[in-house]
């Protein structure tokens, strides 16, 4: 009987220890195999609380999860990363960005600090063509310079006085072009003005070489370079976004000819090798701002915006309203200061522009459209409002670019109640503040590109570069601490915003834009693998060091594209 019951409770202990073992976590050899976790880290996740984790798991170029350490011992990794301490952001989106091919007579000047260094390098150029070729470049910005001044024909002469030249400023709204490039587009001291542009001229009333708007007039004399000869210096220019931490762009402004011929088959033959990219559509309008050809030409397209697939996407519809701040030739509600009968260029009417929306909104098109001046914003916006009342879609997601000179609040009242949102540059309050100085009444000048307001217009905004430069670090600096680049700030009090939400504007909101914010712009489960490293936390760091922070790594859909020296090892 003592044996029975004995027997009895070994089975019983027997049946209870199976019934435990069931509850109990599964063994180690039971962890979810996954390609790669990164941990040890600061992971600024971009999601709705803008919240702090401290390990990515991923798999096929999804984040599979996201959390502390704990990750190690519930996922079974390929490879690990230990982050050291150091700070993940979502991949930065450049909501609006220019990306083209350079030709061998090319040449950049994003950077130069002097004319003497201009003129070095358009001589070197002039070396290695013969005489009697093009010059082109782009970059310059008088704000930069050690002369404190704009380069001019004269200086374009002493460098390459047999070349014809040309030089774009930084932000592509003017240029300067030598005696020899006038010569050959037959510009001189009795050409009229061009519509909707500007001829400088000096005190003899000979032009200086600069051109504002329309220099257009110039280098369409300059040789159209081959796709064969720009297509390994297209493909080069957006890889080298990575080393800047940038995964996705939106590609501002393309005829359907350049995005047929060049994007398509690029993105073909590199797919998965470049950040993902939405490309605007900018129709051709006339230069009397008739809108007939641009219509038919989206229709005859046959696409509309979102079209394609996680690299390639059609982007919005483009459209310039007005003119550049570099010129300036934005269109302002008041005069320039200094200028009273001066308020910038339009580049067509508001019944001209309504058309063109219209047409382009009941096809499915999404509008992103560039608005500089003020009179421009409101102009755009009524424009907008009235569409949309015609035909409701409110989940269209049309947008201004730029927004520099705030427009009334309401105006701001309305995009709020539309849904229309804002793709801004805070980089341009750094590098353009001795425009706004220059041209804008004080209290216009100190709300240059507004940031905060909008937002709590209840305006949704995304950042972006604008090339004035590419990097997001300046733009997230400048929306931080509202300071130019001489150290001016500029209404910091009521348009500074703080570095979380600067970041979310980089990131997530860039992805709102496109529509595809369940996609990417986020560090959350399901969301694709696109990470950038950075050497610092830009969270807790004093806001003058946000622009010395460098990008260490770069993931696109999990797979490292850039890696700096002192970027961390995977094991």
Sequence with gaps: ?????????????????????????????????????LHG?????????????????IRDGRIVDVGGEGLLDRY???????????????GFIDS?????????????????????????????????????HWITGYGWSEDELAEGRRPLRGDLDEAAADNPVILTRAGGHSAVANSRALEVAGVDESTP??????????????????????????????????WEQLRPSFVANLQALFAKGITSIVEASNSVERYQEQWVPTYREHRGELPRVSVQIRPPIGDDGSVDEAIQVLKDFGHVSGEGDEWLRVGPMKVFVDGGFTGPAAWTIEPYKGQPDYYGVRNLDEDQLYRLVKAAHDMGWQGGFHTIGDAA??????????????????????????????PPDETMRTMARDNILIVQQPNFTYTLAGRYVDYLTADRA???????????????????????????????YAAVTRKGMGGRTFAPEEEATGVPQALAAYTRNGAYITHEEDFKGTVEP??????????????????EEIMDAEVLMTLLGGRIVYRAEEAPASR
Excluded at 203 to 218: C, F, K, S
Excluded at 526 to 543: F, Q, S, Y
């Design 193 to 226: 003005q061009p519509e909707k542009g500007i001829i400088e001229k000096d005190d003899q009333g000979r032009p200086n070489g600069v051109i504002r708007e329309r220099q257009d007039i110039v280098q369409r004399f300059v040789p159209e370079a081959t």
């Design 41 to 57: 880290g600061t992971i600024f996740t971009a999601d709705d609380l803008l919240s702090i984790q401290h390990a990515v798991a």
């Design 1 to 37: 009987m003592r044996d029975l019951r004995r027997t009895a409770g070994v089975l019983f202990f027997v049946l209870c220890s199976a019934l435990v073992a069931t509850m109990r976590p599964g063994p180690l050899s039971a962890q979810e195999p996954v390609d790669l976790i």
């Design 96 to 132: 609006h960005i220019h990306i083209s091919g350079d030709p061998r007579w090319y040449i950049d000047l994003n950077g130069v600090s002097s004319i003497a260094e201009i003129q070095r390098r358009v001589r070197a150029k002039a070396d290695e063509l013969e005489p009697g």
């Design 377 to 406: 914003i409101r102009m755009a916006v009524d424009v907008y409002d009235r569409v949309l009342r015609e035909s409701p879609a409110p989940d269209r997601r049309h947008y201004l670019t730029h927004f520099t000179v705030s």
């Design 76 to 90: 079974r990794a390929d490879r690990t990363i230990d982050l050291d301490g150091k700070f993940v952001v979502p």
């Design 446 to 476: 100190a709300h240059n590109n507004p940031v905060r307001v909008p937002m709590e217009h209840g305006i949704f905004m995304a950042f972006s570069s604008d090339i004035l430069p590419i990097g997001p670090l300046v733009g997230i």
């Design 526 to 543: 399901g969301t694709a693998a696109d990470l950038a490293v950075l050497d610092r936390n830009l969270v807790t760091i004093d806001p």
